[in-house]
């Protein structure tokens, strides 16, 4: 038999994703060009996470690499090829074998980076292996819900400002919300309070996804830029206000629900005010990533 002939179907979404809690269901369609003899035929589920960098030091080696893997998810269903049993012939034709398995609440979502990898994976393997051996990777995210949570279906309000040396104040308020999921969009106002109406530049508004990486012997972070938007016209007077409309690309869920995650994955906001002729006005806004659309509250 050949190992094409081994063919795994998932009953996966629109996104082609699988959520924490859920119920996964799908089926294995084997097929036989001529009689075999399979000794046993195990369906394993299984996820890893696992992390590797390093960093300078200043004596022999000189770097130190810090590695560590680990098994994350580990399902053995027994029941699934009921009629392969040792020792008994399979004859030639099409079988469909259908398979469900639980994932747990609280495992981290699928990731990838230079740094860490979190994947799961269905693995099929027959004796004798050479005969059957297929592994087919699937997508989870976590399920992560802030409707029943007040603080998220409003906006919130965050000031910032700066001192110019022989020109006064400028003063911001940003108020937007601070829970939302992918493709949502996502509204935020700006008000400027600009006393000696300093010139402003531009006011960049960026997503940014803050990772830490926690092995058991040391850690490292990492910022990634998702997604940006600007304004640049501006009246300079002693008060305007600015309105955006934030387009949220796809996006994991922050690491919410998960305790100790090799990879914790969190979000901010982070509002940048750049001047000709001054150090830019910066500000950053934690917010939260959520798997189900947050019905705001009216802006």
């Known amino acids: ?46 996820g890893v996470s696992k992390a590797q960098w390093s960093r300078a030091k200043p004596t022999i080696p000189y770097i130190k690499i810090y590695s560590e893997k680990t098994k994350i998810l580990s399902i053995k269903i027994n029941n699934v090829f009921n009629d392969i049993i040792a020792g008994k012939r399979i004859k030639p034709g099409i079988y469909s074998y259908p398979f469900h398995f639980a994932l747990p609440v609280d495992l981290p979502s699928s990731f990838h980076s230079s740094i860490a990898k979190v994947h799961y994976s269905i693995r099929i393997k027959s004796k004798p292996f050479y005969k059957i051996r297929k592994t087919v990777p699937f997508t989870v995210l976590g399920n992560v819900n802030l409707n029943h949570i007040e603080d998220y279906l409003v906006s919130s309000t965050y000031e910032f400002e700066k001192t110019f040396r022989n020109s006064g104040l400028l003063h911001i308020t940003v108020r937007t919300y601070t829970g939302f999921a992918s493709k949502q969009t996502v509204p935020i106002e700006i008000a400027i309070h600009n006393e000696k109406k300093i010139k402003i530049q531009k006011i ?66 982070r509002i940048e005010v750049t001047f000709p002729f001054h150090f830019a006005l910066c500000g950053d806004i934690p917010v939260t990533v959520s798997t189900v659309p947050v019905i705001h509250y009216d802006f």
């Not at 972070?221 to 304004?231: I, L, Q």
Request: aromatic share 10%; with cysteine.
């Open 1 to 46: 038999m050949l190992r094409e002939n081994c063919v795994v179907n998932l009953n996966s979404d629109s996104t082609g994703s699988f959520y924490t809690g859920d119920i996964v269901t799908g089926t294995v369609v084997l097929e036989f060009e001529k009689e075999e003899n399979i000794e046993s035929l195990d369906f394993e589920v299984y």
């Open 204 to 269: 960049n508004i960026s997503l940014i996804q803050k990772l830490k990486y926690t092995v058991s012997k040391g850690y490292a972070e990492e910022e990634r830029k998702m997604s940006k938007t600007e304004h640049r016209k501006f009246s300079n007077t002693l008060a305007e206000i600015c309105n955006f409309d934030f387009d949220l690309p796809q996006l994991i869920p922050s690491s919410v629900h998960i305790i100790d995650p090799m990879v914790d994955i969190s979000y901010l906001f």
